[in-house]
């Protein structure tokens, strides 16, 4: 996917900071802030690389668990007219609409 990175087996969202015009890029699924900053992509892996580190290295020392939980739930808020489509998207494929929202991220998540 575009604008994710690899990091040591960890992803990381990227992004341009026009105000400071750096890429910044932040591990979306750690407990805690571990972003980081460079100017290009080669130093941006390697900031990544040095923030990574120093943020599980301070999970350790204060016995924190440095990946979020996640609980399988979430509640989404949508326009009426949506919702009435995405329920008619997916009684035409014969699935319920969690059956057809779960396919539709599960479409969206391997592109990352």
């Not at 591990?27 to 100017?39: M, N």
């Not at 996640?70 to 009426?80: A, E, K, L, Q, T």
């Not at 329920?87 to 991220?105: G, T």
Request: hydrophobic share 45%; with cysteine; glycine share 8%.
């Amino acid at each position: 996917m575009k604008n994710v990175l690899e990091i040591e087996g960890h992803k990381a969202v990227i992004s341009l900071d026009p105000d400071i015009g750096m890429l910044r890029g932040e591990f979306a699924h750690l407990s805690g802030g571990a972003d980081f900053y460079a100017s290009s992509v080669e130093a941006l892996y390697e900031e990544g690389r040095k923030s990574l580190q120093t943020y599980l290295e301070l999970c350790q020392k204060k016995g924190v668990e440095p990946s979020r939980k996640f609980s399988g739930r979430f509640n989404v808020r949508i326009d009426p007219e949506l919702h009435a489509a995405a329920v008619m998207a997916a009684a035409a494929e014969a699935k319920s609409l969690n059956e057809w929202i779960i396919d539709a991220i599960k479409i969206a998540a391997q592109k990352t």
